[in-house]
């Protein structure tokens, strides 16, 4: 619940700014734990080839979504990138 303060209302503390949420990192933790129980990255190559689809789609939302800054792509990254989208529909 909202106290109120000089400026209007004040919202509880919460966590410092900086420090990590304890059940974010628990998540991670346990996550890489499992990946690494699964095969690590072999399974995850192995998973890749048997469900492109489902790979690419995984691979291209961890792209960063806006990148600033300048950098030289090799023709061979770029087409891999652009066969990359049309496999998952992105145009």
């Known amino acids: 619940m909202a106290k109120l303060g000089p400026h209007g209302p004040k919202y ?3 966590s410092r700014l900086g420090k990590p949420n304890k059940s ?5 933790e346990a996550l890489q734990l499992a990946f690494e ?3 690590g990255v072999p399974k995850l190559i192995e998973f890749a080839k048997e ?3 489902e ?3 995984i691979w291209v939302k961890m792209l960063p ?3 600033r800054a300048s950098v030289a792509f090799s023709p061979e990254l770029v087409a891999q990138i652009q066969e990359g989208r049309k496999h ?3 145009k």
């Open 65 to 67: 979504q806006e990148v």
């Open 55 to 57: 790979f690419y789609k």
């Open 12 to 14: 509880g503390g919460g």
């Open 51 to 53: 469900n492109q689809t």
């Open 24 to 28: 974010t990192v628990a998540v991670k």
């Open 88 to 90: 998952v529909g992105i």
């Open 37 to 39: 129980g699964l095969g």
